[in-house]
């Protein structure tokens, strides 16, 4: 197939951390061997108005490459912009933001909606998400897949504790809980560190940058490396005896999948898509808002074996090769159903 792909997020030169997951489903596709041309954002910069350039990217791109099928990621805009710059089926795939979006920004309901009857098909990256958006938007119900964004298994799978600690240069107070994401008041890291201060042992690393950094760098045993770049997260992962993501709430909740495969324990929010896919054997699901279940939680991941052959075995099932397949299938019967008539 001609698959046209469009992303508001995808790495780039500045920020090569944003949207890895669409840039791994683009590679595993072309690696299937359909041809793929790009309209993508590489940066978080720009407002509002670097939506303008993609639209113009994707509008040149479609009338250039004439696509079988146009791929987008995220509802609105890039939904959107798919529908909009070409008469090719449409998929798109929901990731979450883009989900609550619908009915808490102006214009976002209408749009989405529009968007979602010019659709072919609708991704879900978890049946919660699915759920949500159905509730909001009933129209969207029979057209909806769940089929996640998957994990490399290559890249991801477990790896010596002690030389990756070695290769890092980390020689902290053990154990270490890792958490990976954006220092944000969703992703819930004052209430994770202050959890942490609690149990008055080990070390809390945060990779990622947000608003909410300066506050976490005071705690005592905490350390903000900041972002760093993705080919070096399976190391971080391999490092840690725990990765901790007990967001306020988690459409999917790719950063626990990645430790799983990496054969460590987690801690993952009850809210949203982790309880889909992390066994009592492999983690632990926490209340986000119960500071004291918190506190449980991580003593709790600290008991469970590491390595956890139960995270990997669970992670398998969400190999990227098999949610790719499941993806190409989706797009196959768009392109089969347009041809149909």
Known sequence: MRILLVSQMYPGPSDPDLGVFVAELERELARRGHEIERAVLGRRSGGKLRFLSLAREARRKARRFRPDVVYAHFLVPSGLIGALVSKAPLVVTAHGQDVRNVGALPGV?????????????????????????????????????????????????????AEARARLGWDGEAPLFLCLGSLTERKNVLRLARAFSRLE??????????PLRGELEDFA?????????????????????????????????????????????????????????????AGVL????????????????????????????????????????????????AVARRAGG
């Open 109 to 161: 309901r209408a749009l989405t909606r529009w968007t979602l009857r010019r659709a072919s098909a609708i991704v879900a990256v978890s049946r919660f998400l699915a759920r949500e958006l159905e509730t909001k938007l009933p129209q969207a119900g029979a057209k909806i897949s769940v089929i996640d964004c998957g994990v490399d298994l290559e890249r991801f799978q477990p790896r010596d504790q």
């Open 201 to 210: 042992r080990g070390s809390l690393v945060f990779l990622g940058d947000g």
């Open 221 to 281: 045993g905490v350390q903000v490396p900041g972002r760093v770049p993705h080919e070096l997260v399976p190391t971080w992962l391999a490092a840690c005896d725990v990765l901790c993501q007990p967001s306020l709430i988690e459409p999917f909740g790719q950063a626990p999948l990645e430790a799983m495969a990496c054969a460590r324990p987690v801690v993952a929010t009850l809210l949203g898509g982790p309880p889909e896919f992390v066994p009592a054997a």
């Open 286 to 333: 926490v209340d986000p808002v119960d500071e004291d279940a918190l506190v449980r939680a991580l003593e709790s991941a600290l008991d469970l074996p590491c390595p956890n052959e139960a995270g990997r075995a669970a992670a398998a099932a969400h190999g990227i090769s098999e949610q790719v397949e499941k993806i190409e299938r989706v797009l196959e019967q």
